[in-house]
């Protein structure tokens, strides 16, 4: 078992930035890949940036390109999120996910392992 969970999220005014990070403990964090996903109030689980499982590749959804970075810190079975430029539209609740695999906007149920989300509100 893997358990995620997240911390970091707040509200913000749009130009700022917040940095989410999804703490894992239980079974070996560096061989699992990291997941962010994101949802909105009355949309669909979206996913927002992946990172391997060294770290050295990495994909992000064309939404949050050059605003938002994925990290992580093996030494501390930490994954981060750092949202830079944050506009209204990135409100939501963002989620961290974990999996063996690295898996780009695959269907959530090949998601292994979900933590339980942090509310991230961006005002105009």
């Known amino acids: 078992q893997v358990q995620l969970v997240e911390s970091g999220g707040g509200l913000v005014q749009a130009g700022g930035s917040l940095r989410l990070s999804c703490a894992a403990s239980?079974?070996?964090?560096?061989?699992?890949?990291m997941h962010w996903f994101r949802q909105a109030p009355g949309k669909e689980r979206e996913f927002v940036a992946a990172i391997g499982w060294s770290g050295g590749t990495i994909n992000y959804a064309d939404s949050v390109k050059g605003r938002f970075t994925i990290s992580r810190d093996n030494a501390k079975n930490t994954v981060y999120l750092q949202m830079n430029s944050l506009k209204p539209e990135d409100t939501a609740v963002y989620y961290c996910a974990a999996d063996q695999m690295l898996r780009i906007s695959e269907p959530l149920r090949q998601y292994e392992y979900w933590g339980q989300g942090t509310q991230v509100t961006v005002s105009s």
């Open positions: 239980g079974r070996t964090f560096s061989s699992y890949a």
